[in-house]
């Protein structure tokens, strides 16, 4: 006995039984009732939820076969989940936020995050496997020797301990032991890592060197002017844009695979007490020059501080 209208499934798409992607035969999937070997049916998106979730009168496919939760709860899926899933495997295969918004036909990028289910751990396990690797990173942790005393697992777990987010990239400071010492000034610092592939953040760091080369200008035209301090800022401007543009280089080199980790090289942050040593050297530079009146901008050192 064939089907309604065969041998078309779907009229109105023009759709035929020999062109479904599954077909399975009446009573095939449920023990409440014989299967009917001759008559075929084209699984709907109802057919698979009711084999998928739990119903009252009838058992499930992890029902018939056995499968409980870890709890003893009874298993259960929805198709939508499965879509939630291969968005998250297809964000941790390193594939490109424009390529899993097409692929997953949405109409904006940044839609991507609400199915990006990749914990902080998932980003550390990544960044672990990624050190000595140079297919898998660009910068200092692809410089890192494979030889060594210990194994490389046991060095990456004495190396990055924890990670979280950034609005350029990921931070790998343990800040159990101790508070940011940079104030967030992730490009400058040797525990931040960037992630190509990444577009929202790639777009960000591009932003934030546009707005770098607008605050080097202005800090260039207050040197011009012999403002007091103009010439740190020009230098850590100077210092920033360097960063950022080696990231666009990066970003814009075909030789980096996706999904390649990328930490600056040669980057040495300042200790507090390099900081303090630097306030003290600008105090005394400003006293022997006498000032008339106190420059409330001066930052000003307390015996206790040294």
Not at 2 to 26: H, I, W
Not at 120 to 145: C, F, N, Q, T
Not at 166 to 181: A, E, I, K, V
């Amino acid at each position: 006995m064939l089907p309604t209208n065969f041998p078309m499934a779907d009229q109105n798409n023009n759709l035929k039984y020999s062109e479904g992607l599954c077909l399975t035969r009446v009573n095939e999937l449920t023990e409440a009732w014989a299967t009917y070997r001759g008559v075929i049916v084209l699984p709907d998106t109802s057919y698979i939820q009711k084999q998928l979730s739990s119903a009252r009168r009838a058992l499930n496919i992890f029902d018939r076969f056995g499968y409980r939760e870890l709890d003893g709860s009874p298993m259960k899926i929805t198709t939508h989940q499965f879509r939630h899933f291969l968005n998250t495997v297809a964000q941790m295969g390193g594939l490109s936020q424009l390529d899993i918004a097409k692929w997953s036909g949405r109409a904006k990028v940044g839609q991507n995050r609400c199915y990006d289910h990749q914990s902080d751990r998932d980003v550390l396990a990544l960044a672990r496997s990624a050190l000595g690797d140079p297919e898998k990173s660009a910068g200092h942790i692809a410089s890192i020797p494979p030889s060594s005393l210990i194994a490389r697992d046991q060095f990456a777990a004495l190396k990055i301990v924890t990670a979280h987010t950034t609005d350029l990239g990921y931070c790998l400071h343990d800040f159990s032991m101790l508070p940011c010492q940079l104030y967030r000034d992730c490009l400058n610092c040797d525990e931040h890592v960037c992630i190509k592939g990444d577009v929202v953040r790639e777009q960000a760091i591009r932003q934030h060197r546009l707005e770098i080369q607008i605050l080097l200008a202005k800090a260039l035209e207050a040197l011009d002017e012999e403002a007091f301090g103009a010439n740190r800022w020009v230098e850590h401007q100077t210092l920033t844009l360097k960063r950022l543009d080696e990231l666009c280089d990066i970003f814009e080199d075909s030789s980096v695979a996706a999904n390649a980790i990328i930490q600056p090289r040669g980057v040495v942050p300042a200790s507090r007490l390099e900081q303090l040593l630097a306030h003290h050297q600008i105090v005394k530079t400003y006293e022997l020059q006498g000032p008339a009146i106190e420059d409330p901008n001066v930052p000003r050192i307390e015996s206790e501080d040294l």
